[in-house]
C-alpha cells in the first residue's frame, strides 16, 4: 500500500482544521489548504507536534494557477495525492429579490467552480493509482431550503450533483466520491457569523432541541464521518449522500 496523502481545503479553522486533525491522526499526511497561511501554518504545525505530517498551502481554491502550485508543492513533500476534501467555502444572506449578479456569482465562483478545479487538479494522482477518495462538503440547506441562501444552497445542491456525476464516471477506477452535507456545526467562523444575525441567536436553543439527537453539531462530528469515508474500509460507498446531522434536516 502507497503512503495516503490528502488535500483537505479551508482547513485553517472550522470544520477543515478538524478533518485535517482527525485524517492525520489516522496517519494520512495532509496539504492544509487555505487562503489564510498563518492559521493554516498553525494547524500543520498543531499536526506535527502530535506526530503527523502535514504541509500548509496558500491558494484561493477559485485560482487556478495558484491551486497547480501548492498541489505540486504537496506532491513534492509526501508523493501522489489520492485523497481530496474539498471544505472551503463561503456563505452569504441576501433576500432573494436584493441578491445582486456580483453575489451569485461569487458564490457560485468559489463554492462550485473551485470545487472543480481543485478536483480536477487532483483527479489524476488517483487514476495513476486506480485507487481515491474524494468527500465534498456540501450543506443541508441544499436538501431542505434556506431563506436568505438561494445562492449559497444552489451551489452546495450543484456539488451534491457534481458528487454523482464524478461517483460515476470515476468509480471504474477504484475512486469513491461522497457528500456530507452538514447542517448547523457550531465552533466555526461560519457559524458564528450566521447567529450574530438579526433573530438568530433566540434559535439557537430551539434548533438544538429540535432534532433526535439533542445537541449542537461539532467540527469533530464531520471530520469522524469523513475519516470512514476516505478510509479503505468505505470502498463499496460512493455517490452518496451521509448526513451527518443529529437526524434533522431542517
Ligand atoms: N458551519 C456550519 O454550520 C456549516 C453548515 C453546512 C455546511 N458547512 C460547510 O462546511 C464547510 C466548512 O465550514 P466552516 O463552518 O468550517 O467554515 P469557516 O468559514 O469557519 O471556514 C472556512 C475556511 O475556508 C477558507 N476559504 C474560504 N474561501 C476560500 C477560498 N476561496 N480558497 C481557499 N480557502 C477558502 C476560509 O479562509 C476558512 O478558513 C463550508 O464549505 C461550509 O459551507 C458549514
Redesign the pocket.
Known sequence: MFRKVALV??????????ISHRLARDGIAIGV????LA??QTVADEIIAAGGEALALQ?????RAAVLPAVTALREAFGPVTILV??????GFVPFLDMTDTQWDQMLE??LK?TFIVTQTLLPDMVANAWGRIVN?????AQSGAALMAH?SSS?GAMIALTKSLAVEFGPQGITVNTI??????N???????FKLPGMAERREPMRLAGPIQRE?Q?ED?AGACAWLVSEESGYVTGQIIGVNGGRYI
Do not use: C
Not at 466555526?188 to 457569523?193: H, K
Open positions: 481545503t479551508g482547513a485553517a479553522v472550522g470544520i477543515g482544521r478538524a489548504l487555505d487562503l489564510k492559521e493554516a491558494a484561493n481554491i477559485a485560482d474539498n471544505n472551503a467555502g463561503i456563505t468559489i463554492n473551485g462538503i456540501s450543506s443541508s440547506s449559497y452546495k452535507p452538514p447542517r448547523f456545526v457550531m466555526t467562523a461560519m457559524s458564528e457569523e450566521s453539531g467540527p464531520i
